[in-house]
Structure formats: C-alpha cells, structure tokens
C-alpha cells in the first residue's frame, strides 16, 4: 500500500481509479450549491470536517470494516446506507450502488449524507466526526472560500 499524506492513509484505506480529491474551497462551493450546507442545521465547515477525516477529501476511497465497507468521500457504509453486492443483510437505506460513491461526481454521495442525517443519530453517525469535529472551532476548514 502506497503511503498517502492524509489521515486516511492510517486507516487501512485502499484507493480506486476514476474519483479525485478535492479541496476544501471546492467542497465548500459544491456544499453550497447542492444545499447539503445547513442541512438539517450542520454547517459546511461540519461537512468538510467531516469529509477530511473520513477520506481526506478523496472520492474513491474505500475502507475494508470485515463485515462491511465504507465508499466514497463522506465514507458511506455498505451495511446501512449502499449496495456493494458483498455486504450479508445490506439495508441499503440510499438505494444507491456503493460503486458509485467513487467517482469525482459527489452529488449522489451528497444525497445519501444527507438521508444518513435525517436518522436519529444524524451527522454523529460518523465516528470521524464525533472524534475530530463535534464541538470545536472548524472556521478553518472554510477560510478563505
């Protein structure tokens, strides 16, 4: 496995061909125009935050859980929220491919964030996010957009 200078590298994390990495501005400007910034009241720093510590803005990763897997930029898991055809008793609460959370088109992994936020546990579904974001100053991750 090639060493890959984000936090992601540290979580045993694999890559595929066809996604991209994106920059905070960028995610920002998308957060944005697709509305998933204040969604459900969790603000676009909440979400880039997120996604940092999740796959370091990297569309195609993916993350071997045993049982399951975790897709895409916001790392979608394959036992709740999308379909990896490997994943015993998937729900597949997106109705969504997890292949396709790969690719450098993020709208569909937006959308699945967003149906993962209207659950009970909301954005502190992601153990990234409870761990590294919740409850601290994330003015950074949107400075300068």
Not at 11 to 19: A, H, I, P
Not at 74 to 87: E, H, L
Not at 130 to 140: E, M, Q
Request: charged share 15%.
């Amino acid at each position: 496995m090639k060493l890959l200078l984000f936090p992601a590298a540290c979580l045993g994390m694999y890559y595929t061909s066809e996604g991209m990495v994106y920059s905070q501005c960028e995610l920002y400007r998308i957060f944005q125009e697709t509305g998933l910034s204040g969604y459900h009241g969790i603000s676009a720093a909440n979400w880039i935050c997120l996604a940092y510590y999740e796959s370091g803005y990297n569309t195609n990763a993916v993350n071997n859980n045993g049982p399951s897997r975790d897709y895409g930029i916001f790392q979608i898991n394959s036992k709740w929220w999308c379909n990896d055809g490997k994943t015993a008793h998937a729900v597949n609460a997106c109705k969504i491919s997890c292949q396709s959370l790969l690719d450098s088109n993020i709208r569909d992994d937006i959308e699945c964030a967003k149906r993962v936020v209207r659950d009970p546990n909301g954005i502190s579904a992601w153990v990234a996010w409870r761990n590294h974001c919740r409850g601290r100053d994330l003015n950074h991750f949107t400075a300068g957009c």
